[in-house]
């Protein structure tokens, strides 16, 4: 396995979120691990919940309108875009820092909707990762109270290694 | 931090034990991760029990001579002397396998005495380690089940990424 994967270039999946710790995960993976001159290509996968289908009464009582619904969905994709955007210049910057020359990281984006946990592991497995790198949150404190942190769903659930960057 | 540690190269620790999933991280590390040409230093940590310091009552009320700790203790050591050995074996293995040419791996070994999980961390932190590199296990099932995997533990507590390999 490894022998392949370092011959052809490996897949890295950065799962990158609002958080800091998805930042510094990603930085540490740019400078540490992934090298543009062995081939390597960073996957970076942002994923936003799904937004309301239906409308649904709030704590007042009230129904939320479509248009409340859309602002939120239209919410999620500027953080969503911002998000990649950000990380998107983490690459370019690491990947001149390290004087690499003319070899350019490889660098695909991946904007997914659901369940980070269940979909961050599910495109690890669609797009062939050969490693997975995330902060070791991922949720807010209570929901995190609540469902377990991602990254703990994620070490047990993904079909690849996972590294875990702490702040 | 990442762009220092590329420069010296990376200083890369797994935790080896008796299991599978160990010898599994450790190809995993050398094959996809630890680039000799890098001058990446790979250390090897392997800890085994604390010997018994006093003679304890076994569960038919018969006393440990010390000629039994001596011989508990004794087989601990052939133990880690044959993890170890392995390791090293796979080291060189991976490092032709690579094709680095005049490059070899820079391979330290290191054993310590005591609970698994402290002293991961502790040597992480001492060693000055880019990374912990480990199986998602280390005890067995009735150990994990009281006292939670290793590898939980580190990810809670040592002071650098951690990289989780399964089988």
Redesign the interface.
Known sequence: ???E??AQG?RILVAVDEGDESVQ?L??C????AAAARGDTVILLYVRPAPPTYSVLDASGYLFSEEVTAAIDRYSREVADAVVEKAQKLCTL?GK??GEGDHEMKVEVKVAVGDARTVICHMADKLGA??LVMG?HGYGFFKRALLGSV?DYC?KNASC??????S
């Open positions: 396995m490894g022998g994967a370092a490996r995960a930085r540490w740019l400078g540490t691990f690491y820092e390290e050969d490693l070791s990254s070490l290694p996972v590294l875990i960057v702490k």
